[in-house]
């Protein structure tokens, strides 16, 4: 049994404690700044407040000041920061942690270089903070229904293969399955861009809603398949292999029929401009326009260079402008065929 | 403007007139000895009584005894069968059509062969027929949503680029794109599998309605993501490329959130047995468990022989254990994990 220690009490961070605490891991989750109220709130009631559900027994909860203390020991540590936390935790959490001390991350999502190549943030972490050892984990996880113990199924990336067997070993269960992967660039790119395709994928949620008010597969799935066709050229620009395109897939899948995604996707496709739409989600943690902005400014950046073409990514280009550009929903259907 | 004869009068055999009627051509629509009654109806009525929606104003209809009628002058021919039908169409309709009429099959499936391996439609159709052009269609496509106008995309595959392209700039409007590839193997295999595999990721479905009454989605998008891994490795061995994999993916999409496949799935996933779920959906043609357990055969016989290996497959051997043997849902998540 392990110490683990989770910083970042957000949706995702809160629920890695329950497979660590299935295995009987020592737990101890630490609030960022950003989450003093969940801290609190969970002191008092055992309760996430946001995830509405209880945390597992027997973990504890920290404050932010008292991280010293939640690291003492700790054999583990999990990042629960989201892309937006990325650069705090670079700044401000590793430097104060111990020598060596592996970090697992939940951080889905990519930065784009003036190269126009992607960076993941295991390769960021490690320029940053070279011997220590960086994972991730990607595919199609809800952080709600993990904490339900729905049947799930994940990838841990990293340079190290007998570091991943190690992290799975702390944290697989029955309901909590564990690939491992040394394609650290193939898994985040695959499941970084789906935040992007999902979105796009929602369009079509949104006309048809504004159509007729039901759902229609048709267009959905055409533009679930021209996303996995853009995400595999993607994963080939980006260096990454193949076969991790699976969980870029089921990643999509899940977000597609999550919550805020699917929502600014279906208001763009009602032809509510992009301000609007995220204007009625104020509030909310948005990571899929980000990532869908930096993946398009990567791209063009590699159209001008002469490095990819504009005909292998319609669909993203298309919501690149969407977002970047205050284009209106325009479709590009026909470019969706392949040329010949 | 052509001739166009649709053989075969089912849901989307009579959905192709409306790309066709779209561009002007001449559609007659010959109905199978099992679609007397929607030839009769559509006379009276104008519409189709299985869709519930009218069929394109200028379309002719035509019973089986007036094949030779219909087909004077055609073009093309559009094959409108299910792959129950396919043994039909190769003993009674082939031997009367005109010498050199090429054929457009919208028929999915494949079949085992004793070696073990699969051998799609179009191949088949042209050892019985050497000479003539078979093509056949692929994608994510609903019948009723296509003849709606909705946003469709698929893609036509067959063995001659130049008579893909005929067929192309015959049926593609506004709202159906149309692709082309020479892969047949490629795009029949994968929107063959789809079926299985929709089946699959139903099950999830319905574990979770079973639960809770709630949709979850951290298990079908697991169940999704396997899919698409057995997908690609059937596709590679039935010999086909990898790229119209994503035909396969917005198919398997699309027919998750069908009527049918999703029924018996979601049946199954609550815990009904095989044989009392088929009951329930009697009356209605079902080819996905058809094809699974073809598939199922083939795969067990590569692995027999050598040629497959049990691994890759954990999902499809289970579906199939499911429907050849009778045997309890109880998904083998543990097997999607990659074993190393």
Redesign the interface.
């Given at each position: 049994l392990a110490i683990i220690t989770i910083i970042g009490a957000g949706d995702m961070g809160s629920a890695m404690s329950v497979p660590a605490r299935y295995n009987g891991h020592e737990v101890r989750l630490v609030g960022t700044h950003l989450d003093r109220d969940i801290i609190e709130h969970a002191r008092e009631t055992g309760a996430h407040p946001r995830l509405n559900r209880q945390l597992p027994v027997g973990a504890a909860f920290f404050q932010l000041e008292q991280l010293e203390e939640a690291l003492t020991g700790a054999e583990l540590v999990i990042s629960g920061v989201s892309s937006f936390g990325v650069d705090w935790f670079l700044d401000e959490i590793l430097p104060r942690l111990p020598e060596g001390l592996p970090v697992l991350s939940v951080t889905k999502g990519m930065l784009d270089m003036p190269d126009g190549s992607l960076k993941t943030f295991p390769e960021l972490y490690e320029e940053a903070n070279p011997g220590r050892a960086f994972c991730a984990i990607g595919?199609?996880?809800?952080s709600y229904?993990?904490m339900?113990g729905?049947?799930?199924?994940v990838?841990y990336c990293g340079r190290d293969?007998s570091v991943l067997?190690w992290m799975k070993s702390l944290l697989e269960t029955p309901?909590y399955?564990?690939?491992?992967?040394a394609d650290v660039r193939g898994l985040e790119c695959a499941v970084a861009m789906k935040n992007a395709y999902a979105l796009a994928v929602c369009l079509?949620v949104g006309l048809?809603e504004q159509r007729d008010g039901k759902?229609?597969?048709?267009?959905?799935?055409?533009l679930?398949?021209?996303s996995?066709?853009e995400m595999?050229k993607l994963l080939a620009l980006a260096g990454g292999q193949?076969?991790n395109?699976?969980?870029g897939?089921?990643?999509l899948?899940?977000t597609v029929?999550?919550g805020r995604t699917r929502k600014i996707g279906s208001l763009l496709g009602k032809g509510v401009a992009f301000e609007e739409a995220l204007s009625q989600l104020s509030g909310v943690t948005l990571e899929s326009h980000v990532i869908a902005s930096r993946t398009g400014r990567a791209v063009r950046r590699l159209i001008a260079l002469g490095k990819a073409e504009a005909g292998d990514f319609p669909l993203l280009l298309h919501i690149d402008d969407i977002i970047s550009n205050g284009a209106q929903v325009d479709?590009p259907?026909?470019k969706?065929?392949?040329r010949?």
């Open positions: 595919g199609p996880c809800t229904e993990m339900d729905d049947q799930t199924t990838c293969m067997r309901f399955h564990v690939s491992v992967s079509a048809s759902l229609h597969y048709n267009s959905q799935a055409a679930f398949g021209q996995v066709r595999r193949d076969d395109i699976v969980y897939v089921g990643d899948y899940v029929f999550g479709i259907w026909e969706f065929v392949d010949m």
